[in-house]
């Protein structure tokens, strides 16, 4: 009697058996089998993975290979078109060099007194 008392009646080891264990082995599979491999993986491999999949190759054509390669390859014939034109200016010649600052200056005086010669100063 002493030592089922020292024990707790075995209510203890009792309580482990019947309740505990029982619901921790549910609990693991509900967590493990259902929740991990099913829910989980089911989830993230068909609807996360596979939508952004198929968004992408939706979207693939029209916005990466129309819109923003356009824009890219738009820019790069728009920079080749300029410095094409603008390469016949650079000639080499310091006398070329110093006519182009001469109509510099020119320019930058007639833009500072042409608002005084608007306002009849």
Request: overall charge positive; cysteine-free; hydrophobic content about 50%.
């Amino acid at each position: 009697m002493w030592v089922a008392a020292n024990h707790r009646l075995y209510l203890d080891d009792l309580y482990r058996i019947v309740f505990l264990q029982p619901y921790q082995r549910i609990g693991k599979f509900l967590a493990e089998v259902l929740d991990w491999r099913l829910l989980h993986d089911y989830f993230h491999n068909n609807v996360i993975f596979k939508g952004f999949n198929g968004i992408g190759d939706i979207l693939r054509n029209p916005v990466d290979l129309g819109l923003i390669d356009g824009i890219v390859n738009g820019v790069g014939k728009v920079i080749a078109l300029l410095s094409g034109r603008s390469r016949g200016i650079q000639t080499g010649y310091v006398r070329t060099y110093a006519i182009a600052l001469l109509f510099g200056v020119v320019l930058v005086i007639f833009l500072m007194i042409a608002p005084l010669l608007m306002n009849g100063a």
